[in-house]
């Protein structure tokens, strides 16, 4: 092709599909903003509790099942805020105390808690019981396996960490960009997430 054709080419080419740029650009500039809002320019005095996970790491295709094995894409809660946790079935008291903070967390949210969603994602096969699917009501428990979850979900450096310790965020363009410490303090959690909250238009 001419070098002279390669400009006219170009312009057509921009020119057809310049609204799903400027659509795509617009879907991110709100998250772009929060992040902006919340880490790059934080009120002076203002102490972040969960930690940034950078580079920020996109949702891959993770085959989830739910408790009645059928498929589950994560990517489907998209436009939302995600919680989430991992465990394992028999759900011991450090993994009720996890989907309690959760729960609370996003209660305490008041009008913006539709805005929130909560998965905890079992490693294993057992099963869990009744009484914390009903207690927890609202939550999308999914079966997952470690070796899909340990290159995605980071983990605190020093090599001393498990899956089942943190929560994470997830943010509404399906990204994974923040995770709070092990046995975290849900009031705490809660500012960070009210914070992102407000300085967010989507999600």
């Known amino acids: 092709m001419s070098a002279v054709h390669r400009p006219v080419r170009w312009r057509e080419h921009w020119r057809r599909l310049r609204p799903l740029y400027l659509a795509a650009l617009l879907c991110m500039i709100p998250v ?3 992040y902006l809002a919340y880490y790059a320019f934080p ?21 989830l099942r739910g408790l009645d094995g059928e498929p589950f894409d994560l990517r489907s809660l998209r436009g939302t805020w995600v919680m989430l946790t991992v465990d394992r079935g028999e759900c011991p008291e450090s993994c009720r105390t996890k989907l309690w903070n959760m729960r609370q967390v996003r ?10 969603e909560r998965v905890l994602l079992f490693i294993d096969e057992e099963p869990t019981t009744t009484m914390i699917l009903r207690e927890f009501e609202g939550t999308h428990f999914l079966r997952a396996t470690a070796q899909q979850l340990e290159p995605l979900l980071a983990l605190p450096p020093g090599g001393q960490a498990s899956l089942d310790d943190c929560v ?11 995770r709070w410490p092990k046995a975290a303090d849900p009031s705490r959690m809660k500012k960070d997430l009210e914070r992102l909250l407000r300085a967010s238009r989507i999600g």
């Open 168 to 178: 994470w965020l997830i943010d509404p363009l399906g990204h994974l960009m923040l």
């Open 107 to 116: 209660t305490a949210t008041g009008k913006d808690r539709d805005r929130v």
């Open 32 to 34: 772009a903003t929060s």
């Open 43 to 63: 009120p002076a005095g203002r102490t972040n509790y969960g930690e940034l996970i950078e580079p920020q790491r996109p949702l891959p295709d993770l085959a």
